[in-house]
């Protein structure tokens, strides 16, 4: 027999050659034709080499298929009877690409419609019994539906039987599915897909059976079944379903956008899903789709939190509606219910109009906070526990909800119960949260909270304006009112207790490029009082007052508080518009406040020239202050301005060294205990200077009962004081008379830890308000300090030292620079 193979091979290779004409309506070529009884023995075989197959579309370069090897088999028995049917077809090391152009031409209509031999006349033709695909890659591109596949068949096998109205198809074996992309996502990929299909293209009528087809990935089986009309637009009538499928076998089909935060779980229980595609299927028509699916008693873990979800059940359903499209399209989920950690939650959803959605959900949960973390993280949260009851009602479209929902489209309420809650960018965590929650459309209405933060407490109430529209919408505004009391504030704490985890270091300074940002949108009004306040030295009692803001400004009408054995207020505005550069303008005031007390609270200001220990009286002073502070809430003390009026009551200047050395005025022992009257002054700060315009001081010193003090005290701790003390006729030698007797002139100059006090001779003319120039202070030639000045007669000669005015100039910020006031 192989001789007579090897003797008649011509002769049957062009009889195939000629059959494959007589099929097949597209060019093939290969570099050789040869007739083999080893490459499929027990079968001759006619086996092609360097096989390649052109697509059905003329204008189309791409192949249809290349292939190393194409084994064409026929029985031994064939070759006696002179008629050769080709009963097997194997094909290794292949490529087959099947496409459709943007207009819908496919490029796969390779066999002929019918033929006009009769088959018995015909001497080569096909019976295929079997047909394997070994090593074979398979690609299908639609180009108008924006639809990929890739899979590759290492064991593929296929019966066939082909007619001139017919092809039967029945095929069993493993397929590896690379991808299947619609769109822009990505499904099934790299999963093993084992086969077990039957098909029946009748070939008249166009039309592809599927029948009794399952297709196999992982533990799940998908069971498909229905008809494909493709005569000219696709009419499709399918069914399918899923069998002992669950969470994890449909996560593995989806895309990776979609599955990624869901990975991690893991399920047990029954998840069940099917449905129907019936309609046609084209660039103008969508096919009615239809799916159910729900799951009964499952459970859901995740490994890494070891927390589950228990007895979850739900009903589930999909359709797109009369119109075949996205704006009629419905989804529901029914009798949603499950445990967390042993408290339930149940819930139901209705969304319609994928396009234009409209949604109807309610749900209910007690939730155990610590639990519900571990089974979902949130990145801002590191540690929570506690319980909270969440009731949620949503009925309207998104549109609308996210803008102006009314009350009946927007309902709900959340309890807290003892939560403990450590944020990602919180120093101090918030603890014994407890009160209530209550949305109305777009409010949120707080009947009562009360918890603490750090070592503060807070309870209150308010209502939270347009909530739900800040949340869900962009560049919407959000109001809070708010009335806010507390038992201890502890600013220690509270200033430093925010820090973004994005800022680094440990200055406490935000992101130099960012400032301190205020949201235009987030105004506030509150109303606070608070019976104790602590921030360093400072012990206050009773804050009362209230804070605004406003357009990125911060704004109070008045707060007080008692501290330092007195009373103080403030009140002003904080412009934080600009983000690199804010402007706060206030003005301050305090009542009877004692200074030793007062110098001890804010530790002396800074400056060891004159400290608490040197002063007793009582304070009563009002401020009018401008300042500015850089991106870092630095100072900027170049910009600083303020006009201060102060007047002491029952001073006394205690152990004050520089006194010492006017010992022949009065006995150390006095010196050391100077005692004054009522004191009275405006005192000037500009351009980092302290300015003191001149000042009566009575003191308990007979021979200097009156002393006048003027100068200046620089941000860099640089003293220039001019004193001037009358002096009492007969106490010095007779000196050239004036109509304000003696008066003996000292000048203090130097730094607070190296200074000298010596005589001043010589006269000063006062400055003009000319000279002076323009600015906040006003000028020295104003009315005197005190009334007996002025009773004095207008002949007075002119002072030896006056304090000019200052003159304003333009500040430059000065990093690094503070002054602690």
């Known amino acids: 027999m192989i001789i007579g193979v090897w003797l008649g091979q011509e002769h049957i290779i062009a009889l195939f050659v000629q059959a494959l004409n007589r099929h097949l309506q597209v060019p093939v070529q290969a570099s050789?034709?040869?007739?083999?009884?080893?490459?499929?023995?027990?079968?001759?075989?006619?086996?092609?080499?360097?096989?390649?197959?052109?697509?059905?579309?003329?204008?189309?370069?791409?192949?249809?298929?290349?292939?190393?090897?194409?084994?064409?088999?026929?029985?031994?028995?064939?070759?006696?009877?002179?008629?050769?049917?080709?009963?097997?077809?194997?094909?290794?090391?292949?490529?087959?690409?099947?496409?459709?152009?943007?207009?819908?031409?496919?490029?796969?209509?390779?066999?002929?419609?019918?033929?006009?031999?009769?088959?018995?006349?015909?001497?080569?033709?096909?019976?295929?019994?079997?047909?394997?695909?070994?090593?074979?890659?398979?690609?299908?591109?639609?180009?108008?539906?924006?639809q990929h596949l890739s899979l590759r068949t290492p064991a593929l096998r296929a019966a066939l039987v082909i007619t001139d109205t017919q092809v039967d198809i029945v095929a069993q074996g493993t397929a590896q599915v690379e991808v299947?992309?619609?769109?822009?996502?990505?499904?099934?990929?790299?999963?093993?897909?084992?086969?077990?299909?039957?098909?029946?293209?009748?070939?008249?009528?166009?039309?592809?059976?599927?029948?009794?087809?399952?297709?196999?990935?992982?533990?799940?089986?998908?069971?498909?079944?229905?008809?494909?009309?493709?005569?000219?637009?696709a009419q499709l009538n399918l069914r399918g379903e899923a069998v002992g499928a669950d969470v994890q076998s449909v996560l593995a089909l989806l895309p990776p956008r979609l599955a990624r935060p869901l990975t991690d779980y893991q399920s047990r229980g029954q998840v069940y899903f099917?449905?129907?595609?019936?309609?046609?299927?084209?660039?103008?028509?969508?096919?009615?789709?239809?799916?159910?699916?729900?799951?009964?008693?499952?459970?859901?873990?995740?490994?890494?939190?070891?927390?589950?979800?228990?007895?979850?059940?739900?009903?589930?359903?999909?359709?797109?509606?009369?119109?075949?499209?996205?704006?009629?399209?419905?989804?529901?989920?029914?009798?949603?219910?499950?445990?967390?950690?042993?408290?339930?939650?149940?819930?139901?959803?209705?969304?319609?109009?994928?396009?234009?959605?409209?949604?109807?959900?309610?749900?209910q949960a007690d939730v155990d906070v610590a639990r519900a973390l571990r089974f979902l993280p949130v990145a801002a949260v590191r540690a929570a526990r506690g319980t909270a009851v969440v009731q949620l009602q949503l009925n309207g479209r998104l549109r609308e909800l996210r803008q102006h929902p009314t009350s009946a489209q927007a309902a709900g309420q959340l309890l807290l119960r003892n939560v403990h809650v450590q944020l990602r960018d919180f120093r101090h965590p918030f603890s014994d949260l407890t009160g209530r929650l209550q949305l109305q459309g777009t409010d949120v209405a707080v009947p009562a909270l009360r918890g603490r933060l750090g070592n503060s407490d807070f309870r209150g109430r308010g209502t939270l304006r347009n909530a739900t529209s800040w949340l869900l919408g962009a560049r919407q505004p959000l109001?809070?009112?708010?009335?806010?009391?507390?038992?201890?504030?502890?600013?220690?704490?509270?200033?430093?207790?925010?820090?973004?985890?994005?800022?680094?270091?440990?200055?406490?300074?935000?992101?130099?490029?960012?400032?301190?940002?205020?949201?235009?949108?987030?105004?506030?009004?509150?109303?606070?009082?608070?019976?104790?306040?602590?921030?360093?030295?400072?012990?206050?009692?009773?804050?009362?007052?209230?804070?605004?803001?406003?357009?990125?400004?911060?704004?109070?009408?008045?707060?007080?508080?008692?501290?330092?054995?007195?009373?103080?207020?403030?009140?002003?505005?904080?412009?934080?518009?600009?983000?690199n550069l804010l402007k706060a303008s206030t003005v301050v005031s305090c009542q009877q406040v004692p200074l030793d007390s007062l110098f001890y609270v804010f530790e002396n200001f800074g400056q060891d020239f004159i400290t608490q220990r040197h002063l007793r009286g009582s304070l009563t002073a009002r401020a009018e202050v401008d300042s500015y502070f850089d991106q870092h809430l630095t100072p900027l003390t170049d910009r600083l301005e303020a006009e201060v009026h102060a007047t002491v009551r029952n001073g006394e200047l205690l152990n004050f060294e520089p006194l010492q050395k006017l010992s022949f005025l009065a006995s150390r022992a006095t010196l050391r205990h100077l005692r004054f009257a009522e004191l009275q002054n405006r005192l000037y700060i500009q351009s980092r200077t302290v300015y003191v315009p001149e000042m009566d001081i009575r003191s308990n010193v007979k021979a200097a009962s009156l002393i006048r003090v003027t100068g200046t005290h620089t941000f860099d701790q640089q003293l220039d004081y001019h004193v001037r003390i009358p002096l009492l006729p007969g106490l010095l030698p007779t000196v050239a008379a004036r109509a304000e007797g003696p008066t003996l002139?000292?000048?203090?100059?130097?730094?607070?830890?190296?200074?000298?006090?010596?005589?001043?001779?010589?006269?000063?003319?006062?400055?003009?308000?000319?000279?002076?120039?323009?600015?906040?202070?006003?000028p020295a030639a104003a009315a005197p300090a005190s009334a007996a000045e002025a009773a004095t007669p207008a002949a007075v000669p002119k002072p030896s030292f006056q304090l000019k005015k200052p003159v304003r100039k333009p500040a430059q910020p000065q990093t690094g620079e503070y002054f602690d006031f």
């Open 32 to 146: 050789r034709l040869e007739v083999s009884v080893l490459d499929q023995f027990p079968h001759l075989s006619v086996t092609l080499h360097d096989v390649v197959v052109a697509g059905s579309v003329p204008a189309d370069t791409m192949k249809l298929a290349r292939a190393r090897r194409l084994y064409c088999a026929f029985d031994a028995w064939d070759l006696l009877a002179g008629r050769y049917r080709i009963r097997a077809v194997t094909l290794a090391d292949a490529q087959v690409r099947v496409r459709r152009n943007a207009q819908g031409l496919g490029n796969y209509h390779v066999l002929r419609p019918d033929t006009t031999a009769p088959a018995m006349a015909v001497p080569f033709d096909l019976e295929l019994q079997r047909v394997q695909l070994e090593r074979v890659q398979v690609l299908y591109e639609d180009a108008a539906r924006k």
């Open 180 to 233: 299947l992309r619609l769109g822009s996502d990505a499904y099934f990929q790299r999963k093993e897909v084992v086969v077990s299909t039957r098909l029946v293209v009748n070939r008249p009528a166009q039309q592809l059976t599927i029948s009794s087809s399952q297709l196999h990935i992982g533990p799940a089986a998908y069971t498909v079944a229905g008809t494909i009309d493709y005569r000219r637009a």
């Open 274 to 363: 099917g449905g129907t595609v019936r309609g046609e299927l084209s660039g103008r028509h969508n096919p009615v789709v239809s799916v159910q699916f729900g799951c009964r008693e499952a459970s859901f873990f995740h490994p890494r939190y070891r927390q589950a979800v228990d007895h979850v059940s739900l009903r589930g359903s999909f359709t797109n509606g009369a119109a075949h499209s996205a704006s009629t399209a419905l989804l529901t989920l029914s009798g949603v219910q499950g445990q967390l950690s042993g408290r339930p939650f149940s819930g139901s959803l209705r969304l319609e109009n994928l396009r234009d959605p409209s949604v109807r959900l309610q749900m």
């Open 479 to 579: 109001r809070l009112e708010a009335v806010v009391a507390s038992h201890v504030l502890d600013f220690n704490q509270l200033l430093y207790t925010y820090q973004p985890a994005g800022g680094a270091g440990t200055d406490n300074r935000r992101d130099a490029s960012g400032g301190l940002r205020v949201p235009a949108g987030i105004a506030f009004s509150v109303q606070a009082t608070a019976n104790q306040l602590r921030f360093r030295r400072l012990r206050g009692r009773q804050l009362r007052g209230s804070v605004r803001l406003q357009g990125q400004v911060f704004s109070s009408s008045g707060l007080t508080l008692l501290a330092a054995g007195g009373q103080a207020s403030v009140q002003g505005t904080v412009d934080a518009r600009q983000a």
């Open 745 to 778: 002139r000292l000048a203090i100059k130097g730094d607070e830890q190296n200074f000298t006090v010596r005589y001043e001779r010589g006269v000063r003319a006062p400055a003009t308000p000319a000279e002076a120039g323009s600015g906040r202070v006003p």
